[in-house]
């Protein structure tokens, strides 16, 4: 086998416009993608934003009932105190 013999690589300048039209298509898609994910990210941003601030809001809000829960309790063990007293 001499090397006239041997397959050659030859590269062709026209471009299928199949090829051409998939290049386009997923480009776009890709595009497409990356944006979507842009938009994504800010929408979770402000969720996390949101929900930091219920989270704060809530635990105010508990840390007002367990104090109101626990004055009425101090009241309710006075009372109880005072009623032991009186039977004795």
Do not use: C
């Not at 938009?39 to 989270?55: F, G, M, V, W």
């Not at 809000?61 to 009241?75: A, C, F, N, W």
């Amino acid at each position: 086998m001499t090397s006239s013999d041997l397959p050659r690589w030859r590269l062709d300048r026209s471009v299928n416009v199949g090829d051409l039209l998939v290049f386009i298509t997923l480009l776009a898609a890709g595009i497409g993608y990356v944006i979507h994910q842009d938009q994504r990210s800010t929408h979770s941003e402000d969720a996390i934003t949101t929900l930091k601030e219920t989270d704060i809001r809530h635990d105010s809000e508990i840390k007002t009932l367990r104090e109101g829960v626990d004055r009425k309790l101090d009241r309710l063990d006075e009372k109880l105190d005072r009623l032991i007293e009186r039977r004795r």
